[in-house]
């Protein structure tokens, strides 16, 4: 036997079918149905029928009509061409609503028009584009530090070895082109060495000789006059290497004529064995008088 106020799982189901049921019977209640009504039929337009005259007759002329067809406000003819007696009437056209387009230009035509706000006109100004005075200045980018070249006593000593022997190739090269170089020996009045002076005086003397002979006779015509400084360079076999006017007389005759002496005069008396050994150019630098006299003197 069961104890009394032991809740098992049949009542536990009985009473959640009760609850379910209990529900669903006050949903379906609560919900009412209702049918629709018939919309009213819009009501007709009352017509008035009306009767219209078309041929009355004045009060003289009416008489008492004895039969007539229908009653009017007064006495008329009757006509037409149908046989049987019918009403004269009028369709009523029902009235048609309103459309809102006209109702609202209505509306729009009944109110006072409103003047329009007229707009300003913006004024024109003329603008002058101005060119960008702003500059971008670029920032130069950052070279990457290179790492500083650790150099070593030996890489020293190696690179002042081959700077010492490219300077001693140099001052030999220059040392052979200075022995193949011609030597010189310049003379002129001040020369005091006596092989030197022995031959500057032979050269001297003869110049002055052959010029006195060849004296330019336009310049006697003429008495052109003037001094003038003159280089001349000799050959060890005496022939002339070159000639230049350091310094001009003024007169281009005169300048001509002495280096045509010059010319003249050549060749000279060849080197000693003396200055040979020593010398390969002789630069003789003599200033030549033309005179008054019509005579040539170099000194």
């Known amino acids: 036997m069961k104890r009394a106020g032991i809740i098992t799982s049949i009542d536990r189901l009985g009473l959640t079918l009760f609850i379910a049921v209990t529900l669903h019977a006050v949903a379906i209640l609560g919900i009412t149905f209702a049918l629709d009504k018939p919309q009213k039929s819009p009501p007709t337009d009352r017509t008035l029928e009306i009767m219209v005259v078309q041929n009355p007759k004045k ?9 007539a067809d229908f009653l009017a406000q007064s006495s008329q003819e009757g006509g037409g061409n149908q046989e049987e007696k019918v009403r004269p009437t009028t369709e009523a056209t029902p009235p048609t ?3 809102k387009q006209e109702s609202v230009q209505a509306t729009v035509q009944s109110s ?3 003047p329009k706000p007229v707009a300003k006109q913006p004024r024109k100004v003329l603008t002058k584009q101005q060119p960008d005075s702003k500059k971008v200045e670029t920032v130069p980018e950052k070279q990457p530090t290179q790492p500083k070249k650790v150099v070593t006593a030996a890489q020293l000593l190696a690179s002042s070895s081959k700077e010492i022997a490219r300077l001693t190739a140099e001052l030999d090269r220059k040392t052979h082109a200075y022995a193949k170089r011609p030597r010189r020996k310049t003379l002129s009045a001040r020369t005091q060495e006596y092989k030197y002076a022995n031959y500057l005086d032979a050269w001297r003397r003869k110049v002055e000789r052959v010029g006195n002979l060849n004296y330019p006779d336009e310049a006697k015509r ?30 281009k005759l005169l300048d001509d004529a002495a280096m045509r002496i010059v010319k003249l005069s050549a060749p000279f008396a060849p080197f000693p064995s003396e200055i040979r050994k020593e010398t390969d150019i002789i630069d003789i630098i003599r200033t030549w008088q033309f005179r008054s006299n019509d005579q040539l003197f170099s000194k």
């Open 59 to 67: 009060r003289e002329q009416q008489k008492p009509v004895e039969k």
């Open 222 to 251: 003429r008495k052109l006059y003037g001094n003038l400084v003159m280089h001349v360079s000799l050959r060890p076999d005496g022939s002339v290497k070159a000639i230049n006017i350091r310094k001009s007389s003024g007169h």
């Open 112 to 114: 006072p028009p409103t």
């Open 97 to 99: 609503p309103p459309r």
